[in-house]
Each structure stands twice: as structure tokens, then as C-alpha cells.
């Protein structure tokens, strides 16, 4: 039988367990001085929109305002930080990534990729997204084993994260990378390629403006898309793990669901 001092001392060193891990989880909703300065320097926060994935965020075009769900995002970090947000709309990711390394945007929602990453550290995946292939109704092509074979050529948004996979992946087939994102499918049916790759609901969504497509079953890849900061910072280090605390209660607490839910996000799904 235990003694009445040992099951005090379990009893208690359970309670300091409870106490510190209360503690530790109270500091990670928390951003010190330090991490702040380094992470909004200029009193502002100023966050990358990337309007090339319709997922994320949109823009109305009569009166240019944005929304979606980095939207809702950033300005739940901005109130819990206290600082005030601007939001800067780039047509694509790439030009959006350009800015973080050049240090006018301290904060992006892009695709967790490794060669960015050279420059961006990501926090944790916030939304999980389809890469998928779309070919004419007419085209031999019935899966997406049979893309990468020679002489077929594939059109892909410059930058994007699916252009930066399949520049990896594909082994036989050329590629043509459009401008944007939003320009595939126009330039494949223009005449550009035999098979357009992209974001399965932009594709999707563009490809009502034609006939005679069809998507190719399944995805390529999955898109697991993140917050991602300069690795320039002093202290990014801190403020990618006090942003990825973030993300995780965002994500447990339902707030993305919500925000998903509210700009009616449909084949796309919160990150485990």
C-alpha cells in the first residue's frame, strides 16, 4: 500500500504537471515585445493577399474589397496582436512570395513549399486543397498517370505551388507556365497544351466559361496552405511558433470551419 507521503507527493507533482502545461498554454496565446517589433516593424501588419486561388480570398470588383478566409484570418491575428491590418492584394502567389523576401509584407497565406521555404517559415496548415488536371472532352488522356508522358505539354500558373511541384515531378511531359493562375485555362483553350493543371475548384470555376472539358479523376497533389513569415526577421523563430498556436486553436476552436463555411468554401477542408 502506498504511503500517505507518496500519494501526497504524486498527488502534488500532478498538480505542478496541470499547472506548468496551464502556463505554457496561457505564454503561447501571448507575443512578447520583442517578436512583435520583429514581426510588424512598421506598427502595421501588413499581409500578402494572393487573390490567385479563389479558396482563399476574393476581390469584389466594383468596390475592390477583399474577402475570404486569409481574410478573416488576418485581421483575428491583427486584433490579438493589436495592431492595425492593411491588406495588399497580388494577382499571384509568386509575386506574393516576391514580397516577402523583399521585406514589404510581413506576413503571407501561400502553400507550404520547400523552395519557398528556403525564404518563409510556415506555421502548421490552416486549409487542405485539391492540384487536379482538366483535358478537352476529346482527349485520350482518362487519369492522371498518363500526364506525364512524352509530347504531352501541361499549363500551369507561373509560381504557383502547383508549378512548383510538378517542376519536381514530372519527368517526360514539357510544361507551359502562364502568367497567373487565372489564366490557364484561357490560354489552353487557346491552344496552349494538352492538359491545364491547377487548383481543382479554380479550374473548375473558370472552365464554365467554355465547353468541351472534362476533369481528370482524383488529385495530383494536396495543397496544404499555411501562413508563412520572412526568415529574415530577427525573431521569426518566436513568431512562427507563437503564429502556429494560433492556427492550431483557430483550427480546434472551429474558427476556420466557420470562415469556410461563411464564404461557402466547397472541396476544400481544415488541415489536420
Keep these: 500500500m502506498k504511503s500517505f507521503f507518496s500519494i501526497a507527493?504524486?498527488?502534488?507533482?500532478?498538480?505542478?504537471?496541470?499547472?506548468?502545461?496551464?502556463?505554457?498554454?496561457?505564454?503561447?496565446?501571448?507575443?512578447?515585445?520583442?517578436?512583435?517589433?520583429?514581426?510588424?516593424?512598421?506598427?502595421?501588419?501588413?499581409?500578402?493577399?494572393?487573390?490567385?486561388?479563389?479558396?482563399?480570398?476574393?476581390?469584389?470588383?466594383?468596390?475592390?474589397?477583399?474577402?475570404?478566409?486569409?481574410?478573416?484570418?488576418?485581421?483575428?491575428?491583427?486584433?490579438?496582436?493589436?495592431?492595425?491590418?492593411?491588406?495588399?492584394?497580388?494577382?499571384?502567389?509568386?509575386?506574393?512570395?516576391?514580397?516577402?523576401?523583399?521585406?514589404?509584407?510581413?506576413?503571407?497565406f501561400v502553400a507550404i513549399d520547400p523552395v519557398r521555404g528556403a525564404d518563409i517559415s510556415y506555421t502548421p496548415a490552416y486549409i487542405q486543397i485539391e492540384g487536379a488536371y482538366m483535358v478537352k472532352a476529346n482527349s485520350p488522356i482518362k487519369s492522371n498517370d498518363e500526364v506525364d508522358m512524352p509530347g504531352n505539354e501541361i499549363v500551369v500558373g507561373k509560381g504557383s505551388a502547383y508549378d512548383l511541384y510538378l517542376t519536381r515531378e514530372i519527368k517526360k511531359a514539357n510544361i507551359f507556365r502562364a502568367a497567373s493562375s487565372q489564366a490557364v485555362i484561357d490560354d489552353f483553350m487557346a491552344g496552349q497544351g494538352n492538359v491545364a493543371a491547377g487548383v481543382k475548384q479554380q479550374l473548375e470555376s473558370d472552365a464554365q466559361r467554355y465547353t468541351g472539358l472534362r476533369m481528370l479523376p482524383g488529385r495530383f497533389m494536396a495543397i496544404n496552405q499555411a501562413i508563412g513569415i520572412p526568415k529574415a526577421r530577427p525573431q521569426y523563430e518566436a513568431t512562427t511558433a507563437y503564429l502556429s498556436a494560433v492556427i492550431t486553436e483557430l483550427k480546434q476552436s472551429g474558427f476556420i470551419a466557420a470562415s469556410m463555411k461563411r464564404h461557402n468554401i466547397q472541396g476544400a477542408k481544415v488541415a489536420e
Excluded at 48 to 71: C, F, H, R, W, Y
Excluded at 86 to 92: A, D, Q, R, S, V
Aim: some cysteine.
Design 9 to 108: 507527493l504524486s498527488v502534488s507533482l500532478s498538480c505542478l504537471s496541470q499547472l506548468a502545461i496551464s502556463q505554457s498554454s496561457t505564454a503561447m496565446k501571448n507575443i512578447d515585445a520583442a517578436s512583435l517589433a520583429s514581426f510588424a516593424p512598421t506598427g502595421t501588419l501588413r499581409v500578402g493577399i494572393n487573390l490567385g486561388n479563389p479558396i482563399l480570398a476574393n476581390e469584389d470588383q466594383s468596390t475592390k474589397a477583399l474577402s475570404g478566409v486569409t481574410i478573416d484570418i488576418a485581421n483575428e491575428i491583427g486584433k490579438r496582436i493589436s495592431r492595425p491590418v492593411k491588406l495588399i492584394p497580388f494577382k499571384t502567389a509568386g509575386t506574393t512570395v516576391d514580397a516577402v523576401k523583399t521585406g514589404d509584407i510581413d506576413m503571407v
